[in-house]
């Protein structure tokens, strides 16, 4: 079983950065696509951004040149750079770690954390 711990939420004027962490324990992650996906109130969870094993990364369309995701591999780690964030990015960010290692965590076949609160303000 893993166990994700985020870090790094908080509120932030729009405009603003910010810097989320995960560090997992528990099974092994090596091998393991590991990522993060957003859930603003009211709204559906979902994908935005992973990276491979090898750091090969995707991101969804809207984060694209703003967000930054990357990996330490020795510390069972994933990171989120969050740059020019929007009110609307306003959410509880959540890290996944993939539980088949032939599927990326935008497939949505993961275990989750518990979640690090987000607020942009205008």
């Known amino acids: 079983q893993i166990q994700l711990l985020e870090s790094g939420g908080g509120l932030v004027h729009a405009g603003g950065s910010l810097r989320l962490s995960c560090a997992a324990s528990g099974r092994t992650v090596t091998g393991y696509s590991m990522g993060w996906f957003r859930q603003a109130p009211g709204k559906e969870r979902i994908f935005v951004a992973d990276?491979?094993?090898?750091?090969?990364?995707y991101y969804e369309e809207s984060v694209q040149g703003r967000f930054t995701i990357s990996r330490d591999n020795a510390k069972k780690a994933v990171y989120l750079q969050m740059n020019s964030l929007k009110p609307e990015e306003t959410a509880v960010y959540y890290c996944?770690?993939?539980?088949?290692?032939?599927?990326?965590?935008?497939?949505?076949?993961?275990?989750w954390g518990q979640g690090t609160q987000v607020t942009v303000s205008s």
């Open positions: 996944a770690a993939a539980i088949d290692p032939r599927i990326e965590v935008r497939f949505h076949n993961n275990d």
């Open positions: 990276i491979d094993y090898n750091g090969e990364s």
